[in-house]
T-cell receptor
Framework: SAVISQKPSRDICQRGTSLTIQCQVD?????MFWYRQQPGQSLTLIAT?????????ESGFVIDKFPISRPNLTFSTLTVSNLSPEDSSIYLC?????????FGPGTRLTVL | QKEVEQNSGPLSVPEGAIASLNCTYS??????FFWYRQYSGKSPELIMS????GDKEDGRFTAQLNKASQYVSLLIRDSQPSDSATYLC????????FGTGTSLTVIP
């Protein structure tokens, strides 16, 4: 299985600011996704991070709010912009193939 | 997003009992599924995948898939307190969407 790291593991931010979350994998992976998990809720897919092209966003998520980069097959970033308390969540990256999917440890974001 | 339904629970079973977790889905294209376990404060951990109709056993875990009924389940035999977690199902594929999860508590 892939070894996945996320930075930061947690952060507390002021409203109106932005936070960039990094996802690093120890091997090249075809698929990389970003999820959000709000308190007490299941996981919601934000977007698919495409290497070399713009991310594909799910309904309800827009690039201006959640810009994503994927410069290569082992790394991606998710930025949560113009933070509000409603953005307080755990953000997770997921990587893998059709048959194997693994999650990073998550980034816990608290917005004051 | 595609519909994946789970009984949110909470489901409580005594230690040593069988825990049964169920998932139904609306997308007939979905052919195989993952089951994840998520401990509180942790990220989901893949525990089982099932790709064909019928049962798949792995230790104390058995996944069951019924494509005609669009139904997938996870049975945990000899439940242990360490099995207490939220269990999530999701269809496999390039992009998949999770059920709401079922919270399981195993009572010592």
């Amino acid at each position: 299985s892939a070894v996945i790291s996320q930075k930061p593991s947690r952060d507390i931010c002021q409203r109106g600011t932005s936070l960039t979350i990094q996802c690093q994998v120890d091997s090249q992976v075809t698929m990389m996704f970003w999820y959000r998990q709000q308190p007490g809720q299941s996981l919601t897919l934000i977007a698919t991070a495409n290497q070399g092209s713009e991310a594909t966003y799910e309904s309800g998520f827009v690039i201006d709010k959640f810009p994503i980069s994927r410069p290569n097959l082992t790394f991606s970033t998710l930025t949560v912009s113009n933070l509000s308390p409603e953005d307080s969540s755990i953000y997770l990256c997921r990587v893998g193939t059709y048959n194997e999917q693994f999650f990073g440890p998550g980034t816990r974001l608290t917005v004051l | 997003q595609k519909e994946v339904e789970q009984n949110s629970g909470p489901l409580s079973v005594p230690e040593g009992a069988i825990a049964s977790l169920n998932c139904t889905y609306s997308d007939r294209v979905s052919q195989s599924f993952f089951w994840y376990r998520q401990y509180s404060g942790k990220s989901p951990e893949l525990i089982m995948s099932i790709y064909s109709n019928g049962d798949k056993e792995d230790g104390r875990f058995t996944a069951q898939l019924n494509k005609a009924s669009q139904y997938v389940s996870l049975l945990i035999r000899d439940s242990q307190p360490s099995d207490s977690a939220t269990y999530l199902c999701a269809p496999t594929g390039n992009q998949f969407y999770f059920g709401t999860g079922t919270s399981l508590t195993v009572i010592p």
